[in-house]
Structures are given as structure tokens and as C-alpha cells.
């Protein structure tokens, strides 16, 4: 498929899209309930399951895990003000899902929405925020032996997936790291955001116990990986979407760059029908609980995306460079097997 063909063909997207874009509160305010409830049930019995066994508390927490990616999407679409029509009631659900997902709700918010302006270039500036970093085929050869090496190590699926959600959540989101002008005006709501939830839980260590570290940082642990994993698919699939500034489209940025994440009706529940990646960046404003209608109204947004399924997802893992000449991300096999044929250029 060209760019030319996709534009074309979707040349009428914003009509498409307008009325999925309206808020329904009673469809809002039910999400809320039936999120937050299960979440918090689930979370009283991992606190009772610490007397049974720690891996039955582990295997819960695996559970609310999934369930605190979905209170992390309300708070998401808090963020895009598309949850409900009234900014305030969208700040008060937002602020309130950060005190579970620990992820400060106006920072990442302002991060997240300059993601959508620039998701898919290759500047530097843009490319390390909202995605998981990643280097060109000519930026991995220009490094050095060591330069490789920590870049290699960076992208093996331990410390992708596991180790860096953890920093990620440690350290960038407590302290600013972002010098975007339009993120800097929430440094402010940041050090508040971590202040009211550290005494939030310093109050819930001193009424619980210690117990209660025991039982809420292994779900925010497991929901790092979860989230990490879908950022990962959704933009770095094989046949994604990476551009410079200069040649970078906004429409094929949302339809080749993101993909449709094709899961199992439990999973999108539990995921906040997020797989929709492509309808969701062509317009933040749709509430997830509108994307998978847009979506089955409107065939022709799923004509050009890429569609994959979890067994297929699998073999993103071994996605590690993008190649612009192939435009594709390659795994290192392949760069070095081009490597020593000379054809790197």
C-alpha cells in the first residue's frame, strides 16, 4: 500500500470519526464502577492471601494487574478530556486513577498528548517521549562496541519489559525529565501528584502495615510490564511507521504506525479496548468504551492497519532496529547478517 493510496481512500476520516467522539456518561461512570470495584476486591483478598501463600498473592496480582491497565486507560482518557464532556469531573477520575497507577496524572498527560502530535518521527527530541526507545540501522552502526553492547542489553525482553517499566516508574515519573515546553507548565502538578501519593501511602503503610507494599507494588510491577508490552507492539511492529520530521504524515502516522491489537473480548475489557491503537491515535478524543463501535461501523479504518494477534505479537520481541531503507524494523540478526554482506551502504 502507498501513503498516497492510504490518504486518498481516507481523505474523509475527520467526518468519520466526529460522532464517536461524544461522551456517554452513564457508559463512563459504569466503567468507573466496574473497574474500580473488581480492582478493589481483588485487592482485599491478596492482603488476606499474604497468611496462605505469596504466590497465591502473586497470582492475584497478576490479575489486578490487567484491571489496574484498565483504571490506567480511564485515566488516559481522562487525560485526552474524552472520558466524560466535563474537564473538571475528567481531572477529579484522572488525579484519583493515578493514586493506583502511580503514574502522575497532568505530567504524563501533557507527555502523552505531545506523543500523539509527533508519534512515528524519528527526531531525537520527540522519539524518546511516549514510545519506547529505539535506534535507526545507521545509529547502531555509528556506536561504538560499547555503545552496542548497552543497547543490546536494553532491548533484551527482561530488561525491556520488566527492569525498565520499573525504572520508568521510579524515576521519570517522580522527578522531570521532559524540557518540551508544553510539559514543562505540569512540573508543578507533578512534585504535587508524587507528594499526595506518598502520604497516601505512607497513610496506608501506617494503617496496614508494611503488608500493604507486599501487595500493591507486585500489581503496579505486573501493569508496568502490561503497559510496556502493548506501548512496544503497538509502535514498533514490523511494518510500522517511522519517518523524519519533514516526510512525517499525521494520518499514515496513526493508521501504519499503530496497529489493531486483535485480542480476545476479555482481554480488550481488561485492557481498555486499547488494541485499537490506529482509531485512537487518528482521533485521542473517542473514549475507549466508543473504539471497537467506530471500529466495526467503519471497515475501511481497518483497511490499511496492521492487524495482529497475540500469538503473532510474540515475534515483536526480536524487532530491535529500524531499517530506512526496507522501512522495517529488523532484529540483529538480520543487521548484522546485512552487516557483513556490505549492504549497509
Not at 263 to 282: E, M, R, S
Amino acid at each position: 500500500m502507498s501513503e498516497q493510496e492510504i490518504k486518498q481512500q481516507l481523505k474523509d476520516w475527520k467526518k468519520i470519526i466526529k460522532r464517536y467522539q461524544q461522551p456517554d456518561r452513564k457508559r463512563a461512570w459504569w466503567q468507573v464502577i466496574n473497574t474500580f470495584g473488581p480492582f478493589l476486591a481483588l485487592w482485599v483478598l491478596m492482603y488476606f492471601s499474604l497468611e496462605w501463600s505469596y504466590w497465591i498473592t502473586l497470582g492475584l496480582g497478576l490479575i489486578n494487574g490487567f484491571l489496574l491497565a484498565r483504571i490506567f486507560i480511564i485515566q488516559h482518557d481522562c487525560g485526552h478530556h474524552s472520558f466524560l464532556e466535563s474537564k473538571g469531573w475528567n481531572n477529579v477520575i484522572g488525579s484519583v486513577c493515578s493514586f493506583f497507577s502511580t503514574i502522575p496524572y497532568k505530567y504524563w498527560s501533557k507527555i502523552h498528548n505531545y506523543h500523539h502530535g509527533h508519534s512515528g518521527q524519528l527526531e531525537e527530541e520527540p522519539r524518546d517521549i511516549g514510545d519506547v526507545p529505539f535506534l535507526t540501522v545507521e545509529e547502531y552502526r555509528n556506536l561504538s562496541k560499547w555503545g552496542r553492547f548497552k543497547y543490546r542489553l536494553f532491548r533484551t525482553p527482561v530488561v525491556l519489559f520488566i527492569v525498565t517499566p520499573i525504572v520508568y516508574l521510579s524515576g521519570p515519573m517522580r522527578w522531570p525529565t521532559i524540557k518540551v515546553p508544553m510539559v514543562r507548565s505540569a512540573y508543578v502538578a507533578l512534585f504535587l501528584n508524587n507528594f499526595w501519593i506518598g502520604l497516601v501511602y505512607a497513610g496506608l503503610i501506617y494503617l496496614l502495615g508494611w503488608e500493604f507494599l507486599w501487595v500493591q507494588v507486585p500489581i503496579v510491577i505486573f501493569f508496568g510490564t502490561i503497559a510496556f508490552w502493548f506501548f512496544y507492539v503497538q509502535h514498533q511492529h514490523e511494518e510500522t511507521y517511522k519517518k523524519w520530521k519533514d516526510e512525517w504524515d499525521y494520518l499514515v502516522a496513526a493508521v501504519r504506525g499503530s496497529t489493531y491489537y486483535k485480542l480476545p473480548k476479555v482481554f480488550n475489557w481488561l485492557t481498555g479496548n486499547i488494541g485499537f491503537h490506529h482509531i485512537h491515535h487518528l482521533s485521542s478524543l473517542i473514549p475507549n468504551y466508543n473504539l471497537p463501535k467506530c471500529a466495526k461501523e467503519n471497515p475501511i479504518l481497518q483497511k490499511y492497519v496492521t492487524t495482529i494477534t497475540f500469538r503473532e505479537s510474540l515475534a515483536c520481541i526480536f524487532n530491535k532496529l529500524w531499517d530506512e531503507q526496507q522501512e522495517r524494523m529488523i532484529s540483529f540478526r538480520e543487521y548484522y547478517r546485512l552487516e557483513r554482506a556490505g549492504a549497509l551502504g
